[in-house]
């Protein structure tokens, strides 16, 4: 299969060398296009590789009949329709790593350039003058730095800030305190607090509705006097015109890279103070980060066409380790909901109504993952939806009225096992395997009945009485329409009661083979699950 990949906004040569590498992808590279213009040629495409430059709206993405991932190369995502692309079923990927050091780095530059003096003293020197005596700078050491969240960047900041004698403490209530222990970092407990000893305060989150405005006129009246505000991080997380109007108080100064409106207008208020260094969100504008950011993002958009590897898209749930070693504890938590589902049909019941997952230890972080994997093994052949994956499979499910729970108690006797149970009406069925990393996924029971086969390609589910001759006439019936059986594992709960064949056969079986086994003597039901690839 060949998929089309759609490159823009000047991605780095080097990134798009490893999508143009494969002969199963073509790579068209064109500058960055105005929007009726992509909109016209997007249907085209499996994939979009750009930056911030191309905004992948949602009408962009309804258009996009054939995409499968839009690659971001850069951490911010502000410019894709995130909501949407989920719904869709369209992969999120972004470089969140590339860019680190370059943003680290120009946050130290700016500092001590603004408190040096640097830009005015260069400028003065080039106008041919020589003001030393009014260019009295300050220094970085025994200042406190407070860092409002600790993630790759404020941990980098933080790490280099120690190294100029700095005391370092941050607020960050979603990391653990083991990272601020690592970081020989002070934990703050409250926003307020860190306000209040903070000498310079720089912002390292997303911008969300709960970091919109966090730095607001409130906030920046707590600083002490003479501190600095830094904002690298997102335009909108510090309020502008609080910050215009501090810093003609009792700030020092501010360093600002990223604006509530980009590009900032030429009257902007911030320009015309002295008092402010200001850079046209350059953080991540390096050789070396710009060439990061797009390898990490051709990569992980190269892997989830070529292989599904969805582990690095931002909109699917996290596998809590590595996809490989995930990977086929998701299948058999697919595979187990859509045999569940074809037993319950079997004994009337149409419609579900709930999906629970437990799983062993080894899995418990990707409970979630396991859920979204299993909601999509239930509807798979059952809605007309293009894109049905791990990415909108939860949302689509829950909107058909399912109840998706995680029994948070783990199956003891094997870390890698997986139990989907569905229920409908009066009807419950509980299916089990196990999925260990490298290997083959097997179910281990199906019902009440304990077996061990590989759900591959097709597999039959029948009950009949346990009598002999049953397993020879359903053998011969199936060599006769010339299917071909792969294996074969009948269990029984007694001598001579209910029993339940599992047989995983080559290709399809049509229904007039079943219909045809359902007339077997002692055959009580069939059941045909045909498992989805992809």
């Known amino acids: 299969m060949t998929y089309r990949v759609l490159v823009t906004d000047e991605i780095d040569a080097e990134g798009v060398a490893l999508l143009s590498a494969d002969p199963r992808i073509v790579v068209d590279e064109v500058p960055t296009l105005p929007k009726d213009e992509l909109l016209a040629r997007i249907a085209d495409y499996d994939a979009i590789v750009g930056r911030s430059a191309t905004k992948i709206s949602a009408d962009l993405l309804e258009k996009a009949r054939k995409l499968k991932v839009v690659g971001r190369a850069g951490v911010g995502v502000d410019n894709i329709a995130l909501e949407r692309a989920t719904s869709l079923g369209v992969a999120v990927i972004n470089a969140p790593a590339g860019n680190t050091i370059a943003v680290v780095e120009l946050f130290f530059g700016a500092i001590i350039s603004l408190l040096r003096h640097i830009p005015r003293a260069d400028t003065s020197m080039h106008a041919g003058k020589w003001e030393r005596s009014g260019l009295l700078g300050s220094e970085l050491k025994g200042r406190t730095l407070g860092i409002v969240g600790l993630g790759r960047i404020g941990g980098e900041v933080a790490t280099r ?18 990272r601020f222990e690592a970081l020989r970092v002070q934990e703050v407990k409250s926003l307020d607090a860190l ?3 903070s000498d310079v305060l720089t912002v390292h989150t997303p911008l969300t509705d709960e970091t919109k405005g966090m730095i607001g006129k409130r906030e920046i009246a707590r600083l002490p006097q003479r501190s600095i505000v830094v904002n690298m991080a997102r335009g909108g997380i510090v309020d502008e015109k609080g910050l215009v109007e501090a810093l003609g108080k009792h700030l020092l100064g501010a360093v600002v890279d990223a604006y509530e409106k980009e590009p900032l207008a030429a009257d902007h208020p911030l320009r015309s103070l002295p008092n402010v260094l200001l850079t046209p969100h350059i953080g991540a504008s390096t050789t070396e980060a710009q060439r990061n950011v797009a390898v990490d993002v051709c990569m992980a958009v190269r892997d989830a066409l070529l292989s599904g590897e969805l582990s690095r898209s931002i909109n699917v749930a996290d596998v809590g380790g590595q996809w490989a070693d995930v990977e086929p504890a998701l299948t058999l938590a697919r595979r187990a909901a859509a045999v569940g589902r074809a037993i319950l049909a079997t004994q009337g019941t149409r ?10 230890s080894a899995l418990s972080a990707a409970k979630s993952a396991l859920l979204a994997s299993a909601a999509r093994g239930l509807l798979e052949g059952t809605v007309e939806q293009e894109r049905l994956n791990l990415i909108n499979a939860r949302t689509m499910a829950e909107t058909r ?3 998706l729970s995680i029994t948070e108690t783990p199956i003891q006797d094997n870390p890698y096992a997986v139990e989907v149970r569905l229920s ?25 009945f304990h077996v061990d086969i590989q759900p591959r390609d097709t597999l039959l589910i029948l009950t009949n009485n346990d009598v002999p001759g049953v397993i020879g006439r359903v053998g011969t019936l199936l060599g006769e329409a ?18 339940l064949a ?9 229904e007039a083979i079943r219909e045809s086994l359902l007339s077997l003597p002692d055959v009580s039901s069939a059941a045909v699950v045909c498992f989805h690839s992809g």
Not at 482 to 493: K, M, P, S, T
């Open 424 to 448: 409908g009406g009066m009807q419950e069925i509980a299916v089990a395997g196990t999925a260990q990393p490298g290997a083959a996924a097997r179910f281990t029971r199906i019902g009440a």
């Open 351 to 360: 419609a579900v109504q709930r999906i629970d997952v437990r799983s062993g």
């Open 161 to 178: 800030a120690r190294a100029f004698g700095m005391n370092v403490v941050a607020y960050d209530p979603y990391i653990a305190q083991s």
């Open 482 to 499: 010339g299917v071909n059986i792969a294996e074969y594992h009948q269990a029984r709960l007694a001598q001579g009661g209910q029993a």
């Open 401 to 403: 009225g399912i109840d």
């Open 195 to 197: 306000l209040e000893q």
């Open 502 to 510: 599992a047989v995983s056969v080559d290709g399809d079986v049509s």
